[in-house]
């Protein structure tokens, strides 16, 4: 079997320390790659220097979500707020480029009625290209990740399927999937058949266990098989570590030595 590279998310795990202490946190308990979506509470070059200091690579992070008190998750999908979403690639690739981060995710956002999903998902192909050359004038590589019903309601790209659409539409050579296990699961989709088929579109890896989304050994999805599948289409990348911690970020980390 592959050796396995795990990335911690930071906005999951060892989150009894405050953002800054939880770099050091990974580091002990053996990361040598992180990830949060929104680390922009502290100043890139600070991020920077956390990663430096412990080692660390950043993986993966997102443009700004829009208005979280409006309950946004993302605004690339939202008409009439091109300009505003073209100021956030800007400031979000600055700052991933700063922190050295692998990937940006490029959240869709959510769309309120049914009967505006043709026009919210137009909009979202043309932010995602404009992104997208952005992007590939910094040597940056973008990420659609699906997000299902159970987690966020109403999320644009709300399964799999979808998101491979949308990449294909757009067409960029670096837009890519980022693919959660859990999500897909969730929705009832067959996560080890979907990394067997679309090895080439997947960038980027998030999983958690099912039900309850905590480590893996506390529900019922097969790791061993999934990993043995991401071992026969040759994944070359890290697995994000984005679920809850049953308990101590770091004692419930034992579940690593079985894999």
Known sequence: MTAR???AHL????TEHPLEGRFAAAAAAGFREVEHPGPYGLAASRVREL???HGLSFVQMALPAGDPARGEKGIGCLPGREQ?????VENGLDYAHEI???FVHVMSGVVSEPEAFDAARACYITNLRFACDAAAARGMMLLVEPIGVATISGYLVDDPAKALGVIADVGAPNLRMLFD??????AGIDAITFVQQHPETIAHIHIADHPGRHEPGTGTFDFVRFFEALDRVGYPGSVGLEYIPAGDTREGLSWRSRF
Do not use: I
């Open 100 to 102: 050295g981060s692998r």
């Open 51 to 53: 990663c430096d200091q």
């Open 181 to 186: 296990a859990f999500h897909a699961t969730n």
């Open 84 to 88: 505003e979403f073209r100021q956030s």
């Open 11 to 14: 906005g999951y795990m060892f």
């Open 5 to 7: 590279r795990y990335s």
